[in-house]
Every structure is written in structure tokens, then in C-alpha cells.
């Protein structure tokens, strides 16, 4: 760079250049001074970038397409910053613009990927910085050498959490034949390019074994995939590892666990004081005309792993030629390794079974082990005297006896009671609101059914703030990046829709809803729903249901929730926030205001115990007499 300094860039398309190609550098920027994300084609002005070094920044749109765009319109070379630490991904060379809308064309000059982020000042500001670069051939690492793509998605699969993904392919700017192309190719990332990789592999080890099962095939499959050619091997990103067909279609012998897989999936336990303690088998089947014997082992799938301990049921295992045995894999851990609703939790590793020397063509069986746990409280409320608008003052005792873990308690205002319609996660049980701090509010939805994430559904509360009857505000709780950028990014976030303006916010917040759970937290400022202690202290509320991933299945409870945010009609003060221990109980005092009480009728107490059992258990409901 003219400024003396020097940046060490990813040669992006593999494009060649001299040594000592130069070139003006022209930096992208926003309105706001910032560097722009090049994602918008009229910002490449040929009379400002021909023949100059366009500096962009990566995000949003496909990397590649500010190549597409900078080359189409007189860029010598450009450049992009990452927006992560580190290089972006190597893409190869560049045929087209992936996105919707998106041409075939193919770049010939520079493509450069900058390591980011952009702030604090690294080698993108350095750049920016410049007004002439000039460039020399080095040779570096390949920063995305058997790594996981960085948009590849986690598993488990939902709903029940067993293991997915089964295995790993290539995927990463693979170049195919490009249909509509005429004798072109194109490059492409995504299983749209690693899943022929594995069709690939299945066709090679149906050759070589054309008697076997499908299940046998795939357990083939699984069970000869190497973990150690995946960097930063994780189980639920990766399943056995990267397909070896050598191994596949050599093995004599298959592993069979969970149907149709040669994996065992423990799926989703609820842990309490008496622990985790479970056994599933494995089915080896040998297919040869020899006896086949196996040593077995585990590894725990460290650092993602919570500790536990995984022990095969013999130290090895002998299959007789053309037979079959079983071998049995016991799981085991507490409460306290299983961890709380904090955070998701895994339990992984593999079972391996290494053939005796000689044996099966020293191919080595693999199979991957997996279970989601979390550890429960046993939060249980009794309210002395009994709830009631005549009582001005009751005792709200909150006991964790039988947890395995310790708790927090929170306490709301129930308004809302719902049936069971045996919908999915989306079905409303009850629903409660509490003020939280001087300036929000948070409503919490319980269901009667677990979610593995809670992006599946869509809860909108319908909020009447003058009590006329029709909805002024909705609190939605939704994906965040679904809502903001019409991608789910695995957030979850509550936001506040305006009727009478149409608009959103101006307040989004992220909840905290965990995983495997099954009651909403979904915060709002009162500024944002018009509520203030002047002219509209109380709101009516309604609630619906929604399962983002089927229809026919909305729930919209009937019944109408009440409160008051500024002078409620049942205070709760002393509320035991704080952890309530593993066999401890802690007292909150509830205040009633019965003036309060008849403008804004409570139905009672909802106590929200997230790390209870998921369903009903996590939200108590105590009812009040009017
Ligand atoms: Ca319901
Ligand atoms: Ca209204
Ligand atoms: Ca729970």
C-alpha cells in the first residue's frame, strides 16, 4: 500500500495476476461513511471504479456478486472485508452471481477476501486507507481446509433431537455442470453440491456390495466416515464425518443403531435427581466369509460435549461370517452434568469399533452417539391464605423440593386460561404479564408442548390499550432475522407492530426463550404499546398461536387478559428471583388492590419455573376467587 503499510489478502477466484499488479483503490462507502456491502449494483459507477481496486465489505448478498458487479462495470480487481475474524471462505472460480435474480458470468479479475472485521482497524481499514495498492504473489494456508462450511446448519433434528446431519461432504464452491450453461460449468455451495458428492459414494458402495440393505448402505455409509478430516469435528454439525468410499464399499461389516442409521440417538431427557441412565444397541452385521472381531472404545466429543460417560457392554466383539451381534452402549450422567435451560446442551461422542489386526481390511466402524439433555427443577407454589380479592395480603411460598438443580421463580399476573387442542408447541396453555423494571413489561406464554427451538412458531399478543375493544398494539414474538431480513437466523425476538401506523418498533428485543422449552418470554417497553400511568395505566390482551411449518393448526385462546402497569391489581414484592436451591423454598408477599381488582380481574398466580418440566410444569397456575 502507498501509505507503507502491507495487508495479506485470499486470492478469492484463484485469478492470476503479475507480481506487482497496481491499481487505485477505490473504497464503497455508505451515506454514513462506513464501507458499503457492494450489494448494490447501480453503486458500481464505471466513470469512479474503471480500472481501480473497489473495496467492499462482506454481508448479505452472495460474496461473490460484488466480482460480478465491479468486473461488469470496469473494476480492475475487487476486494471484500470479512465480517468475522479471520479470512472469508476461498470460492474458486467465480461463473455467475448465485442470487435470486442473479446472472451467469465469469470473472476473470482479482477477487480479494480481507481478514475483519472492519473495526477495530485491521487489514480492511489499512486498505481503505490507501489511495494506490499493488499486489504479489504469496502462498498461504487454505483457510477453510476441512472445515465446516460457515452457513452449514446444527443439528439435531427438531422435534425429537436425534442426530442429524448423518455425514459430511464437500459443499463449498464445488464446480458442477451448470444446467442452461450450453458445455459450461457452474459453482455453486450447499447441499445442493454435497449431497451428489454422498449419491456419489452410495452408488460406489452399492457396487461393491449389491446384496445389501439400504439400511446396510447407509450404515456403510456412517459408519466409515472419518471425524478426523472434519477441523473442529462436532457430532451435530458434522454426524460420523467426511464420506471415505474407500472404507464404504471395503467394510465387510455394518453398525446398526437407530432405524435406518448407523448412529444411536438418545434423543431429548429430562434430567432429575436420579440422573441419566440408558442403554441402546448396536446390530454389527458381517457380510463376509470370516469371522470378524472388533475392540470397542468411546470418545467423548469434546470441547461441545457435556461431561458424561458413554461404556460399551464388551471390550470386543466377535461376529461370526455371514452373522450378527449386538453390543450395547450405556449413557450416563446427573442433573449436574446435564446443565440448565441456560444454554442448549449436548451429549456426543463416538463408539468406535476397530477390526483385529488384518481384519475387514483394517476398516474401522464408527458410531456416533447423541442426546439433548437438561436438568430439571421441581418449583412448586402455595399461595397462604388462599388468593382472593377479600385478602389483602398472601403468602406465596416457592419450594424446589425433589429439583435436581437450583431455579429462579417468576411471578405474573395470570390472564389467560387455554385447552388443550392437541396442536404442536404453538398450543397456548396460559398466559400471564408482570412489569418489568421502570419502563417494560414482559408477557410470558406457556404451552402445553415442547419446542426444540422456539423459532418454529409465532405468538402475537393483541393488545387494546384504551379498552375499546380493538387492537391498537401487537407483541409478536417471531425469528429475529425472519422479521428483520426475511431469513431465520435462529434469534428469537419480540417486537411491537403499530396498527394504526402499520410500522414495527421502534423496540425489538432478543427473549432469552431457551431451547427445548416451552414458555415464551417476550419483553416490551410500555412506551412502545401507549401505555403511561396518566392516561393509559391498563389493557385488555388476547393471544394466538401460530406453527410457522403447518397450517390448520393456529391457536386463538377466547379468553381476554387485564392489567394494570402502574397500580396492579395483585403487587408482588420480595419475589424470589433469585435461585431458589435444590431443596430450598423462598416467600414473595402479594398485595391486592381490590378497587384495582374489579377494573382489571385476575384469573391469579402464574409462576414461571423454566427449568421444570417442559408443558404445563413450567408455568404453575393458582387460581383466585373473585
Ligand atoms: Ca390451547
Ligand atoms: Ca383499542
Ligand atoms: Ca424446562
Not at 373 to 388: G, I, K, W, Y
Not at 479 to 489: H, S
Not at 533 to 548: K, Q, S
Not at 558 to 571: C, D, I, L, Q, R
Request: charge should be negative; aromatic fraction near 8%.
Amino acid at each position: 500500500l502507498d501509505t507503507g503499510k502491507s495487508v495479506v489478502a485470499l486470492n478469492e477466484n484463484g485469478a492470476t495476476f503479475a507480481d506487482g499488479s497496481g491499481w487505485p483503490v477505490y473504497v464503497l462507502r455508505n451515506t454514513d461513511g462506513s464501507i458499503s456491502l457492494g450489494c448494490d449494483e447501480t453503486a458500481y459507477d464505471p466513470a469512479l471504479i474503471t480500472g481501480k481496486l473497489v473495496l467492499t465489505a462482506r454481508g448479505t448478498c452472495a460474496r461473490v456478486a460484488r466480482a460480478v458487479f465491479g468486473q461488469k462495470h470496469g473494476a480492475a480487481a475487487v476486494a471484500m472485508i470479512n465480517n468475522a475474524a479471520g479470512y472469508p471462505p476461498f470460492d474458486g472460480k467465480i461463473t455467475g452471481n448465485p442470487d435470486p435474480g442473479g446472472e451467469m458470468f465469469d470473472v476473470t479479475i482479482p477477487f480479494f477476501g480481507l481478514r475483519g472485521p472492519t473495526t477495530p482497524a485491521t487489514d480492511g481499514n489499512d486498505l481503505a486507507a490507501a489511495a494506490n495498492a499493488a499486489a504479489t504473489n504469496i502462498t498461504i494456508n487454505n483457510p477453510g481446509f476441512q472445515t465446516l462450511a460457515s452457513f452449514t446448519s446444527n443439528g439435531p433434528r427438531g422435534g425429537d433431537s436425534s442426530l442429524k446431519p448423518d455425514v459430511t461432504a464437500p459443499g463449498v464452491s464445488v464446480l458442477s455442470t451448470g444446467v442452461g450453461t450450453g458445455n459450461k460449468g457452474a459453482v455453486m455451495s450447499g447441499t445442493s453440491m454435497a449431497a451428489p458428492h454422498v449419491t456419489g459414494v452410495a452408488a460406489l458402495t452399492r457396487q461393491a456390495h449389491s446384496t445389501w440393505s439400504v439400511a446396510e448402505i447407509k450404515a456403510a455409509i456412517m459408519n466409515t466416515a472419518d471425524p478426523g478430516k472434519v477441523a473442529g469435528y462436532q457430532t451435530s454439525r458434522a454426524g460420523t464425518g467426511l464420506v471415505q468410499p474407500l472404507g464404504s464399499t471395503t467394510t465387510s461389516a455394518t453398525a446398526l443403531g437407530d432405524p435406518y442409521a448407523g448412529s444411536l440417538s438418545f434423543g431429548f431427557a429430562e434430567i432429575g435427581t436420579a440422573g441419566f441412565n440408558q442403554t441402546k444397541n448396536v446390530t454389527i452385521s458381517n457380510h463376509g466369509a470370516t469371522p470378524l472381531t472388533f475392540t470397542t472404545s468411546t470418545t467423548q466429543n469434546a470441547p461441545f460435549t457435556r461431561a458424561h460417560t458413554a461404556t460399551p457392554s464388551a471390550a470386543s466383539v466377535t461376529v461370526s461370517a455371514g452373522g450378527s451381534a449386538t453390543l450395547g452402549l450405556t449413557l450416563s450422567l446427573t442433573a449436574s452434568q446435564a446443565g440448565d435451560s441456560a444454554a442448549f446442551r449436548e451429549v456426543a461422542g463416538l463408539l468406535t469399533l476397530t477390526p483385529a489386526a488384518g481384519t475387514n481390511g483394517g476398516v474401522v466402524l464408527r458410531v456416533p452417539y447423541y442426546l439433548v439433555p437438561r436438568a430439571l427443577s421441581n418449583l412448586d407454589t402455595t399461595a397462604s391464605p388462599p388468593l382472593a380479592k377479600a385478602t389483602a395480603s398472601n403468602t406465596a411460598t416457592v419450594s424446589n423440593a425433589g429439583g435436581a438443580i437450583a431455579s429462579s421463580a417468576d411471578l405474573f399476573t395470570w390472564g389467560i386460561a387455554d385447552a388443550d387442542e392437541g396442536f404442536g408447541s404453538n398450543d397456548v396453555r396460559a398466559v400471564g404479564v408482570r412489569r418489568s423494571g421502570a419502563t417494560a413489561l414482559r408477557f410470558a406464554i406457556n404451552t402445553y408442548r415442547r419446542w426444540s427451538a422456539p423459532n418454529v412458531n409465532e405468538f402475537d399478543i393483541y393488545i387494546d390499550v384504551d379498552q375499546n375493544g380493538t387492537v391498537d398494539f401487537i407483541v409478536f414474538t417471531d425469528d429475529f432475522g425472519l422479521v428483520t431480513a426475511n431469513a431465520f437466523d435462529g434469534r428469537y425476538a419480540s417486537f411491537v407492530f403499530n396498527v394504526a401506523t402499520g410500522q414495527l418498533g421502534p423496540t425489538a428485543f432478543l427473549t432469552g426463550t431457551p431451547t427445548d422449552s416451552s414458555t415464551i418470554n417476550a419483553p416490551v417497553l410500555l412506551a412502545d404499546i401507549g401505555l403511561s400511568a396518566a392516561t393509559h395505566p391498563r389493557f385488555d390482551y388476547t393471544v394466538a398461536g401460530f406453527d410457522l411449518f403447518s397450517t390448520g393448526d393456529d391457536n386463538a385462546p377466547s379468553e381476554v387478559g387485564h392489567f394494570n402497569a402502574f397500580t396492579p391489581a395483585m403487587s408482588v414484592t420480595g419475589t424470589p428471583t433469585a435461585s431458589i436451591a435444590a431443596g430450598g423454598s423462598a416467600t414473595a408477599t402479594i398485595t391486592v388492590n381490590s378497587t384495582e381488582w374489579d377494573l382489571t380481574p385476575p384469573k391469579g398466580l402464574m409462576v414461571v419455573g423454566i427449568d421444570n418440566a417442559a408443558g404445563p410444569g413450567e408455568a404453575q397456575t393458582i387460581s383466585a376467587a373473585p
